[in-house]
Protein backbone atom coordinates (compact mmCIF):
# COMPACT_ATOMS: atom_id res chain seq x y z
CA UNK A 1 0.00 0.00 0.00
CA UNK A 2 2.36 2.23 0.73
CA UNK A 3 4.52 1.15 -1.78
CA UNK A 4 1.39 2.12 -4.40
CA UNK A 5 1.00 5.99 -2.73
CA UNK A 6 4.86 6.55 -3.25
CA UNK A 7 4.97 6.02 -6.85
CA UNK A 8 2.11 8.06 -7.70
CA UNK A 9 3.45 10.61 -5.79
CA UNK A 10 6.62 10.52 -7.90
CA UNK A 11 4.78 10.42 -11.26
CA UNK A 12 3.01 13.96 -9.99
CA UNK A 13 6.50 15.08 -9.36
CA UNK A 14 7.70 14.25 -12.76
CA UNK A 15 4.81 15.78 -14.51
CA UNK A 16 5.31 18.80 -12.89
CA UNK A 17 8.90 19.22 -13.20
CA UNK A 18 9.14 18.87 -16.54
CA UNK A 19 6.62 21.51 -16.82
CA UNK A 20 8.33 23.80 -14.79
CA UNK A 21 11.11 23.20 -17.06
CA UNK A 22 9.45 24.31 -20.04
CA UNK A 23 8.02 26.60 -18.86
CA UNK A 24 11.80 28.22 -17.63
CA UNK A 25 13.29 28.16 -21.44
CA UNK A 26 11.07 31.23 -22.42
CA UNK A 27 11.59 34.56 -21.01
CA UNK A 28 8.29 36.16 -19.78
CA UNK A 29 8.01 39.37 -20.01
CA UNK A 30 8.61 42.02 -16.98
CA UNK A 31 5.06 42.64 -15.19
CA UNK A 32 4.54 44.65 -12.22
CA UNK A 33 1.62 42.66 -10.00
CA UNK A 34 0.23 45.51 -7.26
CA UNK A 35 0.52 44.05 -3.86
CA UNK A 36 -1.15 47.41 -2.46
CA UNK A 37 -1.16 50.65 -3.03
CA UNK A 38 2.19 51.64 -4.00
CA UNK A 39 3.49 47.90 -3.51
CA UNK A 40 4.65 45.84 -6.28
CA UNK A 41 6.19 42.73 -7.30
CA UNK A 42 8.24 42.62 -10.13
CA UNK A 43 7.20 39.36 -12.24
CA UNK A 44 9.11 37.89 -15.48
CA UNK A 45 12.06 38.86 -16.81
CA UNK A 46 15.17 36.65 -16.40
CA UNK A 47 16.44 36.15 -12.98
CA UNK A 48 13.97 35.81 -9.77
CA UNK A 49 10.70 37.94 -8.76
CA UNK A 50 11.41 41.21 -7.16
CA UNK A 51 9.54 44.03 -5.45
CA UNK A 52 9.03 47.75 -5.91
CA UNK A 53 8.01 50.16 -3.52
CA UNK A 54 6.82 53.98 -3.95
CA UNK A 55 7.64 56.01 -0.89
CA UNK A 56 7.13 59.88 -0.73
CA UNK A 57 9.83 61.64 -2.00
CA UNK A 58 11.46 57.98 -3.71
CA UNK A 59 11.22 54.49 -4.93
CA UNK A 60 12.91 51.40 -3.12
CA UNK A 61 13.14 48.25 -5.69
CA UNK A 62 13.90 44.53 -4.31
CA UNK A 63 16.73 42.02 -6.23
CA UNK A 64 17.96 42.99 -9.53
CA UNK A 65 16.64 40.43 -12.35
CA UNK A 66 19.93 39.28 -13.97
CA UNK A 67 20.59 40.41 -17.43
CA UNK A 68 20.31 43.86 -19.34
CA UNK A 69 16.74 43.49 -21.22
CA UNK A 70 15.42 42.79 -18.16
CA UNK A 71 16.92 45.40 -15.91
CA UNK A 72 15.45 48.01 -18.60
CA UNK A 73 12.11 46.52 -18.95
CA UNK A 74 11.98 46.78 -14.86
CA UNK A 75 13.52 50.65 -15.42
CA UNK A 76 10.75 50.85 -17.73
CA UNK A 77 7.43 49.69 -15.97
CA UNK A 78 9.23 51.80 -12.23
CA UNK A 79 8.54 55.05 -14.95
CA UNK A 80 5.12 54.34 -15.99
CA UNK A 81 4.04 54.09 -12.38
CA UNK A 82 5.82 56.79 -10.86
CA UNK A 83 8.33 59.85 -12.08
CA UNK A 84 10.35 59.48 -8.67
CA UNK A 85 13.91 58.37 -8.86
CA UNK A 86 15.28 54.93 -7.62
CA UNK A 87 16.89 55.62 -4.50
CA UNK A 88 18.02 51.89 -3.11
CA UNK A 89 18.04 48.75 -4.31
CA UNK A 90 18.21 46.00 -1.78
CA UNK A 91 19.39 42.68 -2.52
CA UNK A 92 17.90 40.15 -0.65
CA UNK A 93 20.69 37.39 -0.47
CA UNK A 94 23.63 37.24 -2.79
CA UNK A 95 22.44 34.85 -5.98
CA UNK A 96 22.93 36.09 -9.45
CA UNK A 97 19.62 36.00 -10.07
CA UNK A 98 19.22 38.33 -7.41
CA UNK A 99 22.17 40.52 -8.54
CA UNK A 100 23.84 40.15 -11.29
CA UNK A 101 21.28 42.92 -12.94
CA UNK A 102 22.98 45.38 -9.89
CA UNK A 103 25.53 46.60 -12.45
CA UNK A 104 22.40 47.90 -15.22
CA UNK A 105 20.57 49.81 -12.65
CA UNK A 106 21.78 53.92 -12.44
CA UNK A 107 24.97 54.63 -10.20
CA UNK A 108 23.25 57.12 -8.65
CA UNK A 109 20.98 54.43 -7.01
CA UNK A 110 22.36 52.97 -2.93
CA UNK A 111 23.17 49.11 -2.55
CA UNK A 112 21.86 48.01 0.42
CA UNK A 113 22.19 43.77 1.79
CA UNK A 114 23.11 42.35 5.27
CA UNK A 115 26.82 42.51 6.20
CA UNK A 116 27.13 39.21 4.82
CA UNK A 117 25.60 38.99 1.51
CA UNK A 118 28.34 42.23 0.72
CA UNK A 119 30.68 39.42 1.93
CA UNK A 120 29.56 36.61 -0.79
CA UNK A 121 29.98 39.13 -3.56
CA UNK A 122 33.43 38.70 -3.52
CA UNK A 123 33.69 34.74 -3.04
CA UNK A 124 35.45 32.54 -4.91
CA UNK A 125 32.34 30.83 -7.17
CA UNK A 126 31.46 27.06 -6.65
CA UNK A 127 33.72 26.73 -10.13
CA UNK A 128 36.50 27.92 -8.54
CA UNK A 129 36.93 31.18 -10.50
CA UNK A 130 37.23 34.50 -9.21
CA UNK A 131 34.16 36.59 -8.32
CA UNK A 132 33.42 38.91 -11.29
CA UNK A 133 32.65 41.54 -8.24
CA UNK A 134 35.89 42.51 -7.74
CA UNK A 135 36.36 44.00 -10.79
CA UNK A 136 36.41 47.92 -10.18
CA UNK A 137 33.73 48.96 -12.69
CA UNK A 138 31.56 47.15 -10.94
CA UNK A 139 32.28 48.41 -7.57
CA UNK A 140 29.54 51.00 -7.73
CA UNK A 141 27.16 48.23 -8.12
CA UNK A 142 27.97 46.23 -5.07
CA UNK A 143 26.00 46.67 -1.62
CA UNK A 144 27.50 49.83 0.16
CA UNK A 145 25.24 49.97 3.32
CA UNK A 146 25.25 46.92 5.06
CA UNK A 147 23.84 45.83 8.56
CA UNK A 148 23.80 43.27 10.93
CA UNK A 149 20.33 43.01 12.82
CA UNK A 150 17.88 45.30 11.56
CA UNK A 151 17.90 48.85 9.50
CA UNK A 152 15.13 50.87 8.63
CA UNK A 153 14.45 53.03 5.50
CA UNK A 154 12.83 56.14 5.53
CA UNK A 155 10.83 56.99 2.39
CA UNK A 156 9.35 60.48 3.64
CA UNK A 157 6.77 59.14 5.52
CA UNK A 158 7.15 55.94 4.29
CA UNK A 159 8.80 53.14 6.61
CA UNK A 160 10.33 50.34 5.33
CA UNK A 161 12.10 47.99 7.70
CA UNK A 162 15.20 45.27 7.00
CA UNK A 163 15.77 42.63 9.15
CA UNK A 164 17.99 39.63 9.17
CA UNK A 165 16.49 36.66 11.10
CA UNK A 166 19.97 34.50 11.14
CA UNK A 167 21.45 31.56 8.68
CA UNK A 168 19.78 29.48 6.29
CA UNK A 169 19.03 29.47 2.56
CA UNK A 170 22.54 31.33 2.68
CA UNK A 171 24.35 33.83 5.21
CA UNK A 172 22.87 36.94 4.40
CA UNK A 173 19.43 36.28 3.37
CA UNK A 174 17.12 39.21 4.53
CA UNK A 175 13.34 39.71 4.71
CA UNK A 176 12.10 43.64 3.67
CA UNK A 177 9.36 44.51 5.63
CA UNK A 178 6.23 46.66 4.48
CA UNK A 179 4.77 47.38 8.06
CA UNK A 180 1.57 49.57 6.73
CA UNK A 181 1.06 46.60 4.56
CA UNK A 182 1.59 43.93 6.49
CA UNK A 183 3.77 42.34 3.62
CA UNK A 184 6.97 40.65 3.58
CA UNK A 185 9.42 39.95 0.83
CA UNK A 186 11.08 37.03 1.64
CA UNK A 187 13.41 36.27 -1.37
CA UNK A 188 14.83 33.06 -1.18
CA UNK A 189 13.59 31.82 1.77
CA UNK A 190 10.63 30.26 0.88
CA UNK A 191 9.69 28.01 -1.78
CA UNK A 192 6.33 27.00 -2.27
CA UNK A 193 6.64 24.64 -5.35
CA UNK A 194 10.24 23.66 -5.78
CA UNK A 195 12.06 21.96 -3.34
CA UNK A 196 13.71 24.77 -0.80
CA UNK A 197 17.16 25.44 -1.75
CA UNK A 198 19.90 25.29 0.87
CA UNK A 199 23.45 26.44 0.15
CA UNK A 200 25.54 24.97 1.74
CA UNK A 201 28.70 26.44 -0.02
CA UNK A 202 27.60 29.76 1.16
CA UNK A 203 27.10 28.98 4.71
CA UNK A 204 23.66 27.63 4.56
CA UNK A 205 22.36 25.29 6.91
CA UNK A 206 18.17 23.52 7.04
CA UNK A 207 18.23 23.57 10.83
CA UNK A 208 19.05 27.32 11.02
CA UNK A 209 16.65 27.64 8.44
CA UNK A 210 13.69 26.78 10.50
CA UNK A 211 14.36 28.75 13.66
CA UNK A 212 15.35 31.61 11.66
CA UNK A 213 11.50 31.39 9.55
CA UNK A 214 9.83 30.61 12.86
CA UNK A 215 11.37 33.89 14.35
CA UNK A 216 10.41 35.74 11.27
CA UNK A 217 6.87 34.62 11.84
CA UNK A 218 7.55 35.81 15.30
CA UNK A 219 8.53 38.51 15.30
CA UNK A 220 6.29 40.02 11.96
CA UNK A 221 2.80 41.25 12.48
CA UNK A 222 2.87 40.50 8.12
CA UNK A 223 0.06 39.01 6.64
CA UNK A 224 1.03 38.49 2.83
CA UNK A 225 4.78 36.86 2.46
CA UNK A 226 6.14 37.62 -1.30
CA UNK A 227 8.68 34.82 -2.59
CA UNK A 228 10.88 35.28 -5.40
CA UNK A 229 10.26 32.06 -6.72
CA UNK A 230 6.58 31.54 -5.86
CA UNK A 231 3.34 32.90 -5.74
CA UNK A 232 2.11 34.55 -2.54
CA UNK A 233 1.44 33.21 0.35
CA UNK A 234 0.38 33.48 3.93
CA UNK A 235 1.38 32.67 7.59
CA UNK A 236 0.14 29.41 7.51
CA UNK A 237 1.82 27.80 4.17
CA UNK A 238 5.01 29.32 5.55
CA UNK A 239 4.08 27.27 8.92
CA UNK A 240 3.26 24.13 6.84
CA UNK A 241 6.82 24.67 5.11
CA UNK A 242 8.32 24.63 8.19
CA UNK A 243 6.51 21.48 9.33
CA UNK A 244 7.51 19.59 6.11
CA UNK A 245 11.60 20.60 6.55
CA UNK A 246 11.52 19.35 10.00
CA UNK A 247 10.04 16.21 8.56
CA UNK A 248 12.49 15.34 6.51
CA UNK A 249 15.09 16.22 9.34
CA UNK A 250 13.55 13.94 11.68
CA UNK A 251 13.18 11.23 8.35
CA UNK A 252 16.88 11.39 7.65
CA UNK A 253 17.78 11.12 11.67
CA UNK A 254 15.72 8.18 12.00
CA UNK A 255 17.38 6.27 8.64
CA UNK A 256 20.97 7.51 9.79
CA UNK A 257 20.40 6.09 13.61
CA UNK A 258 18.91 2.62 11.56
CA UNK A 259 22.33 2.36 10.03
CA UNK A 260 21.17 3.74 6.57
CA UNK A 261 24.09 5.18 4.20
CA UNK A 262 23.55 8.42 2.41
CA UNK A 263 23.14 6.45 -0.61
CA UNK A 264 19.62 4.47 0.72
CA UNK A 265 18.44 7.07 2.63
CA UNK A 266 18.46 9.67 -0.52
CA UNK A 267 16.15 6.62 -2.17
CA UNK A 268 13.94 7.40 -0.05
CA UNK A 269 12.99 10.89 -1.06
CA UNK A 270 11.42 11.79 -4.35
CA UNK A 271 14.01 12.53 -6.65
CA UNK A 272 13.81 16.83 -6.61
CA UNK A 273 14.30 16.75 -2.97
CA UNK A 274 17.20 14.30 -2.85
CA UNK A 275 19.92 17.41 -3.08
CA UNK A 276 18.21 19.24 0.31
CA UNK A 277 18.22 15.41 2.03
CA UNK A 278 22.09 15.06 1.01
CA UNK A 279 22.65 18.46 2.52
CA UNK A 280 20.29 17.40 5.36
CA UNK A 281 22.41 14.49 5.99
CA UNK A 282 25.48 16.25 6.14
CA UNK A 283 24.03 18.68 8.65
CA UNK A 284 23.17 15.72 10.89
CA UNK A 285 26.42 13.95 10.61
CA UNK A 286 28.24 17.22 11.68
CA UNK A 287 25.80 17.88 14.89
CA UNK A 288 26.63 14.49 16.09
CA UNK A 289 30.44 15.18 15.55
CA UNK A 290 29.65 18.61 17.88
CA UNK A 291 31.17 21.27 15.73
CA UNK A 292 29.74 23.67 16.89
CA UNK A 293 32.68 25.73 15.66
CA UNK A 294 35.85 25.60 13.87
CA UNK A 295 38.18 24.85 16.84
CA UNK A 296 35.95 22.03 18.17
CA UNK A 297 35.24 20.71 14.89
CA UNK A 298 39.09 20.10 14.40
CA UNK A 299 40.21 18.71 18.32
CA UNK A 300 37.08 17.06 19.26
CA UNK A 301 36.20 14.45 16.73
CA UNK A 302 37.92 11.00 16.78
CA UNK A 303 38.04 7.35 15.43
CA UNK A 304 38.97 7.84 12.27
CA UNK A 305 35.44 9.17 11.11
CA UNK A 306 35.35 10.68 7.80
CA UNK A 307 32.88 13.99 8.36
CA UNK A 308 31.36 15.65 5.56
CA UNK A 309 32.97 19.11 4.89
CA UNK A 310 33.51 20.92 1.77
CA UNK A 311 36.92 22.40 0.47
CA UNK A 312 37.72 23.87 -2.69
CA UNK A 313 40.88 24.52 -4.09
CA UNK A 314 41.23 27.82 -5.35
CA UNK A 315 44.26 28.59 -7.11
CA UNK A 316 47.09 26.79 -8.58
CA UNK A 317 49.80 28.46 -10.00
CA UNK A 318 51.56 25.84 -11.88
CA UNK A 319 55.31 27.36 -14.08
CA UNK A 320 53.50 30.87 -13.68
CA UNK A 321 50.53 29.83 -14.91
CA UNK A 322 47.11 30.34 -12.66
CA UNK A 323 44.76 27.15 -12.65
CA UNK A 324 41.93 27.27 -10.83
CA UNK A 325 39.38 24.43 -10.01
CA UNK A 326 36.71 23.67 -6.97
CA UNK A 327 35.89 19.88 -5.44
CA UNK A 328 32.32 18.44 -5.09
CA UNK A 329 32.58 15.65 -2.42
CA UNK A 330 35.44 16.34 0.20
CA UNK A 331 35.83 15.33 3.80
CA UNK A 332 38.35 15.48 6.70
CA UNK A 333 39.62 12.13 8.11
CA UNK A 334 40.35 12.39 12.13
CA UNK A 335 42.51 9.64 13.67
CA UNK A 336 41.94 8.18 16.81
CA UNK A 337 43.29 10.56 18.93
CA UNK A 338 40.82 13.27 17.73
CA UNK A 339 43.38 14.94 15.44
CA UNK A 340 43.16 15.24 11.90
CA UNK A 341 44.30 12.78 10.02
CA UNK A 342 43.85 13.84 6.78
CA UNK A 343 41.72 16.24 3.84
CA UNK A 344 40.64 15.54 0.92
CA UNK A 345 38.48 14.94 -1.80
CA UNK A 346 37.75 12.58 -4.34
CA UNK A 347 40.02 13.85 -6.46
CA UNK A 348 42.60 13.11 -4.00
CA UNK A 349 44.52 15.76 -2.66
CA UNK A 350 45.62 14.55 1.13
CA UNK A 351 47.11 16.28 4.29
CA UNK A 352 47.91 16.06 7.67
CA UNK A 353 48.21 18.20 10.55
CA UNK A 354 48.19 18.82 14.11
CA UNK A 355 46.19 21.84 15.98
CA UNK A 356 47.78 22.96 19.12
CA UNK A 357 45.34 23.58 22.53
CA UNK A 358 44.55 27.05 21.45
CA UNK A 359 43.06 25.84 18.17
CA UNK A 360 46.18 27.05 16.03
CA UNK A 361 46.70 24.90 13.11
CA UNK A 362 49.99 23.86 12.68
CA UNK A 363 50.01 22.11 9.49
CA UNK A 364 52.48 19.44 8.51
CA UNK A 365 52.11 17.60 5.23
CA UNK A 366 49.92 17.27 2.20
CA UNK A 367 50.00 15.04 -0.80
CA UNK A 368 47.81 14.36 -3.65
CA UNK A 369 47.39 13.20 -6.76
CA UNK A 370 47.85 15.03 -9.85
CA UNK A 371 44.80 14.36 -11.82
CA UNK A 372 42.80 17.16 -11.12
CA UNK A 373 44.14 19.99 -13.33
CA UNK A 374 47.42 21.87 -14.85
CA UNK A 375 49.63 21.66 -17.68
CA UNK A 376 49.89 17.83 -19.16
CA UNK A 377 53.45 17.47 -17.51
CA UNK A 378 51.65 17.98 -14.41
CA UNK A 379 49.16 15.85 -15.07
CA UNK A 380 51.15 12.59 -16.12
CA UNK A 381 53.14 12.64 -12.71
CA UNK A 382 51.76 10.45 -10.08
CA UNK A 383 51.81 12.26 -7.18
CA UNK A 384 52.65 15.27 -6.56
CA UNK A 385 54.27 15.78 -2.73
CA UNK A 386 53.00 18.99 -1.26
CA UNK A 387 54.33 21.08 1.56
CA UNK A 388 51.88 23.22 3.23
CA UNK A 389 53.13 26.95 3.86
CA UNK A 390 53.06 28.33 7.39
CA UNK A 391 50.71 31.14 5.72
CA UNK A 392 47.32 29.18 6.75
CA UNK A 393 44.95 32.05 7.44
CA UNK A 394 41.40 31.72 9.84
CA UNK A 395 38.82 33.64 8.04
CA UNK A 396 36.52 33.69 10.87
CA UNK A 397 33.65 31.62 10.77
CA UNK A 398 33.64 31.25 7.15
CA UNK A 399 36.83 28.86 6.92
CA UNK A 400 40.49 28.35 6.29
CA UNK A 401 42.91 29.43 4.01
CA UNK A 402 45.59 27.44 3.13
CA UNK A 403 48.44 27.59 1.45
CA UNK A 404 50.86 24.67 -0.39
CA UNK A 405 53.50 24.43 -2.67
CA UNK A 406 54.49 21.47 -4.29
CA UNK A 407 58.14 19.98 -2.92
CA UNK A 408 59.93 21.54 -5.41
CA UNK A 409 58.39 25.03 -4.58
CA UNK A 410 57.31 25.76 -8.33
CA UNK A 411 53.40 24.92 -8.15
CA UNK A 412 51.66 27.15 -5.18
CA UNK A 413 48.14 26.03 -4.34
CA UNK A 414 45.49 27.53 -2.47
CA UNK A 415 43.12 26.01 -0.34
CA UNK A 416 39.72 27.64 0.73
CA UNK A 417 37.80 25.31 3.30
CA UNK A 418 34.40 26.85 4.31
CA UNK A 419 33.74 25.30 7.97
CA UNK A 420 30.02 25.27 9.20
ZN1 LIG B 1 16.70 32.99 -6.32
Redesign the pocket.
Known amino acids: MKKIKLTLFSVVLLVFSLSTFGQRREVKPVEFKKVSNGLFQIMGGRG?QGGMYVGDNGVLVIDAKMDKPSVEQVLKGIKQITDKPINYLVNTHS?G??VNGNRYFPESVTFVAHENCRKEFFHTKRNGTTSEWSKPELSHFIPSMTFRDKLNIHLGSKKVELWYFGVGHTTGDIVVYFPEEKTAFLG?QIFLKRTQLIHSYKGGNSFEHVKTLNRMLETLDADIFCS??SEMTDRKTIGKNIRRMKERQEKVRTLISGGKNLEEIKNEFPKEERKLVETIYREIKSQQAEKPDTRTLITSQNKSRIVGMQWILEKMTIDGKEYRLAKEKPFIKFDKDGKVAGFGSVNRFFGSMKIDTKGNIKWHKAFGSTQMAGPPEFMKQETAFLNVLPKTEMLGFEGIRLYASTRDGKTELVFYVPVR
Do not use: I, P, S
Open positions: ADDHDAH
